[in-house]
């Protein structure tokens, strides 16, 4: 699963509706995330032996308005329902169509049905986009991209979106993947920075024994690597995504070389930092009245106390139920579900539509009970 662990990384807020400085330079209507939530999938691409892009647009033209490095809430139909979020990977300076690049992760419910099942002309429920993973690598400042896997997809989004808009003033955008054959976007990443030299480019294989071919760096990405990549990267702000041991890897080196980590933001995609207790506390609301109430999840039969200013998620956790999420933080949508009876407060900020509270969901991360409650989970 993929969190923010960072605020906001310009401090810029995500577009929303009503902004009246974006330009609209068309009379295509914008996409209403409080309204529009079908995207019908136009082509698919087959990027490495694993990785697909799916492109997508809405039913009628739509002008989407994001961020490059925020992402989208997917309602995949396997297993009933599951909910994904995926990092838009196209450029921001291409409005309408949504591009997300999907690996194939084994025997994971929504990432293989992505790509056995999404095909041109198939609709897909949405939600977003969302997040605060985001820069301008056209702006003044030097910037350090490093993703590994699938990580790569908001880098990619910046990058292209710098690329398109103008160019990116001094950004180097490192990449580790597993062999040669698994770089994402090579191709294009190449050609963007033979046209662009404000765009410096370094790939990095942990194995490369079976290409031959293969001139570039091998071996886990280390300081000596990056010292020999680029010597001015303290200088930076470095951008980090991929896995949760590649990223603490990447946070320990830096630290170690004594890098001023208030320059440092990253994402993850990982569920395992998750499970682990990694990721940042759930969102608990002030403490109301000091009661605990009892939360049953009507699918698993799970009942749980729940403490004062204890989310429903926390409790979850707590009793060992480990309900799909995502941002902890009411935003991306994950933890979507059904509240039964009860009451609760949830604070959330902006992953649910208004219909969806009129129809009794709640987001879990953010709500704590005002009542005993009971939960479709
Ligand atoms: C905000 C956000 C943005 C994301 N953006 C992207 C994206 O651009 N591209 C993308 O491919 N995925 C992305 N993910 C991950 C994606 O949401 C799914 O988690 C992923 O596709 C696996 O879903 P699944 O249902 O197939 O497997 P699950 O049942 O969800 O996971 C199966 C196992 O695979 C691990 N896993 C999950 N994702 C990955 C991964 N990407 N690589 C390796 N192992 C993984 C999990 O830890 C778990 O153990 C993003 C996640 C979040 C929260």
């Known amino acids: 699963m993929m969190t923010q662990t960072n605020p906001p990384a310009t401090g810029q807020a995500a577009p929303s509706g009503d902004d009246e400085n974006f330009t609209e330079a068309t009379r295509i209507p914008l996409w209403d995330p409080e309204q529009d939530d079908v995207l019908v999938c136009r082509q698919v691409r ?50 309408y169509r949504i591009e997300i690049t999907v690996k194939r992760v084994p025997g994971g419910p929504g990432s293989n049905w992505l790509h056995d099942y999404m095909l041109p002309g198939k609709e897909v429920n949405v939600s977003g986009p969302f997040g605060e993973f985001t820069t301008d690598a056209t702006g003044e400042e030097k910037l350090l991209f490093i993703s590994a896997g699938s990580g790569i997809t908001p880098m990619m989004s910046m990058t292209r979106t710098a690329c398109d808009l103008s160019e990116p003033s001094d950004l180097c955008f490192i990449h580790a993947a597993r062999t040669p054959a698994d770089i994402i976007f090579r191709d294009e990443l190449s050609l963007l920075a033979a046209q662009n030299p ?53 946070r320990n080196m830096l630290r170690d070389t004594g890098f001023d980590m208030e320059k440092y933001y990253e994402e993850s995609f990982d569920f395992g930092a998750e499970t682990a207790g990694t990721f940042e506390e759930p969102v608990a609301a002030p403490e109301i009245s000091g009661q605990t109430f009892r939360v049953s999840f009507t699918k698993t039969g799970h009942v749980v106390e729940c403490g004062p200013g204890m989310t429903v998620l926390s409790a979850a956790r707590e009793a060992g139920i480990l309900p799909m999420s995502s941002c902890q933080r009411g935003i991306c949508g994950t933890c979507k579900s059904k509240l039964i009876s009860g009451e609760v407060d949830m604070q959330h900020g902006g992953g649910i539509r208004q219909r969806e509270i009129d129809q009794g969901k709640v987001l879990i991360c953010c709500s704590t009970p005002l009542s005993d409650i009971e939960v479709e989970l």
């Not at 892009?53 to 992402?71: L, N």
């Not at 071919?213 to 951008?239: A, C």
Request: hydrophobic fraction near 40%; charged fraction near 20%.
């Open 46 to 95: 087959q990027e490495t032996h694993d990785v697909k892009t799916f492109v997508f647009s809405a039913r009628e033209p739509r002008a989407f308005r994001f961020y490059p490095g925020q992402y989208m809430t997917f309602e995949l139909p396997v297993e009933g329902m599951v909910t994904r979020s995926y990092t838009i990977s196209g450029s921001a300076a291409r409005p």
């Open 198 to 250: 404000g765009l410096k480019l370094a790939f990095t294989c942990s194995t490369a024994a079976a290409h031959h071919s293969w001139s570039g760096y091998t071996g886990r990405f280390n300081i000596q690597m990056l010292s020999l990549m680029l010597p001015d990267f303290k200088e930076r702000k470095v951008f980090c995504c991929g896995p949760a041991p590649f990223m603490e890897g990447v």
